[in-house]
């Protein structure tokens, strides 16, 4: 796949998870108040923060040809990607005292899926 379309792909993936992110803290917001909103933001952000570190990572290495080498960078990428979101998570938890935890993993799982559908979707 070439630079440039990886970068549409990625392009396309994080605003489908910027969307859902900020749907589904619109929702929380109405539903449960201010702090459900903002749990629900934290939540998307972690994921799409993941994200970008992960193709940081995946793009270090796009010179690499050999299929070994592509599955090492891909697991790289996939392991900084959960380690982010992890260590933002932790953070999250630690320092935001009025968190919403079901607010937050909605935020979470809505950035994740979205990202999932969106990447099956797109023809590469």
Known sequence: MSTAKTSDVFSTMLKIQLIATFSVALLALL???FNAGI???????????????????AKRG??????????VNLLKAEAVKILVIIVLLVI?????????PPAL???LAAAA????????????
């Open 39 to 57: 749990s629900a933001v934290l939540g998307g952000m972690s994921v799409v923060l993941g994200a970008c570190a992960a193709a940081a990572v």
């Open 62 to 71: 796009e010179k690499n040809t050999d299929a070994s080498g592509i599955l």
């Open 92 to 100: 999250i938890f630690n320092l935001y005292q009025q968190l919403v």
């Open 105 to 107: 993993i909605s935020g």
């Open 113 to 124: 899926l979205f990202s999932g559908a969106a990447l099956s979707r797109l023809k590469v």
């Open 31 to 33: 539903v449960s108040g």
